[in-house]
T-cell receptor, first 111, second 118 residues
Framework: DTGVSQNPRHKITKRGQNVTFRCDPI?????LYWYRQTLGQGPEFLTY????????KSRLLSDRFSAERPKGSFSTLEIQRTEQGDSAMYLC?????????FGPGTRLTVL | AQKITQTQPGMFVQEKEAVTLDCTYDTSDQSYGLFWYKQPSSGEMIFLIYQGSYDEQNATEGRYSLNFQKARKSANLVISASQLGDSAMYFCAMREGTGGTSYGKLTFGQGTILTVHP
C-alpha cells in the first residue's frame, strides 16, 4: 500500500496524559500537513512541514502540541497534558505541490 | 470572514441521476487552487478533483466535474450518474498563495452530506 498511513487509528486516554501520533506520508512527497477535525466540521490546519523543516504553525497549535519530522520522512504529533477539548480526528496529509492526499486519521478520545 | 462556504448541509439524489454540490470561496489571491474531497462514514478523506485558478478548462475526473466560475467565485462539484456508494460527506477546500511560496495549507468548508437513494 503506497498511501498515507497513520498510527494508531484510535486512541483513548485520560485527561492529563500525553499522547503521540505517527504519520507515514507517501514516500516521494516532501510536503506534510497535520489537520484536526471535530465532529460535523471540516478539517482545520495545524502545521506544515517541507522535508524536515516545520514552516508553518496554526494558532490552534497551543504550546501543549508539538510536531516533528526528524528525517523528512515520517512525522509525529504529540499532545501533552491532554484536555477533553482535544478529542477529535487528527489527519495527516502529504503531497507534491498542488494535491494533498490524506491518511485514515487518528481518532482521539480524552476521558 | 468565512473563506469557503457550502450552503447545502444535506442533499438527496436518486441513483443514476446527476447532482451538483455548491461551493463559493473568498480570496484576494490571483493564484489559488480548489479541491473537493469525499469523506465516507469510515472517516478517510478521499481526494476527488482539483482546479487551479489559472486553468482554463473545467477539471474532470471520471464521473466528477468541477464547474469553475471565477467571476462568481464558485467551484461547484457535479457528480454524474450517482451511485449508492457516493453517499458521504463532501468537502470543498481552497489553497491560497502564490506559486512556489505557498505552503499549500487547505481551508475547508463545512461540508455537504449527500444521500443517494435507490
Amino acid at each position: 500500500d503506497t498511501g498515507v498511513s497513520q498510527n494508531p487509528r484510535h486512541k483513548i486516554t485520560k485527561r492529563g496524559q500525553n499522547v503521540t501520533f505517527r504519520c507515514d506520508p507517501i514516500s516521494e512527497h516532501n510536503r506534510l500537513y497535520w489537520y484536526r477535525q471535530t465532529l460535523g466540521q471540516g478539517p482545520e490546519f495545524l502545521t506544515y512541514f517541507q522535508n524536515e523543516a516545520q514552516l508553518e504553525k496554526s494558532r490552534l497549535l497551543s504550546d501543549r502540541f508539538s510536531a516533528e519530522r526528524p528525517k523528512g520522512s515520517f512525522s509525529t504529533l504529540e499532545i501533552q497534558r491532554t484536555e477533553q477539548g482535544d478529542s477529535a480526528m487528527y489527519l495527516c496529509a502529504s503531497g507534491p505541490r498542488n494535491e494533498q492526499f490524506f491518511g485514515p486519521g487518528t481518532r482521539l478520545t480524552v476521558l | 470572514a468565512q473563506k469557503i462556504t457550502q450552503t447545502q448541509p444535506g442533499m438527496f439524489v436518486q441513483e443514476k441521476e446527476a447532482v451538483t454540490l455548491d461551493c463559493t470561496y473568498d480570496t484576494s489571491d490571483q493564484s489559488y487552487g480548489l479541491f473537493w474531497y469525499k469523506q465516507p462514514s469510515s472517516g478517510e478523506m478521499i481526494f476527488l478533483i482539483y482546479q487551479g485558478s489559472y486553468d482554463e478548462q473545467n477539471a474532470t475526473e471520471g464521473r466528477y466535474s468541477l464547474n469553475f466560475q471565477k467571476a462568481r467565485k464558485s467551484a461547484n462539484l457535479v457528480i454524474s450518474a450517482s451511485q449508492l456508494g457516493d453517499s458521504a460527506m463532501y468537502f470543498c477546500a481552497m489553497r491560497e498563495g502564490t506559486g512556489g511560496t505557498s505552503y499549500g495549507k487547505l481551508t475547508f468548508g463545512q461540508g455537504t452530506i449527500l444521500t443517494v437513494h435507490p
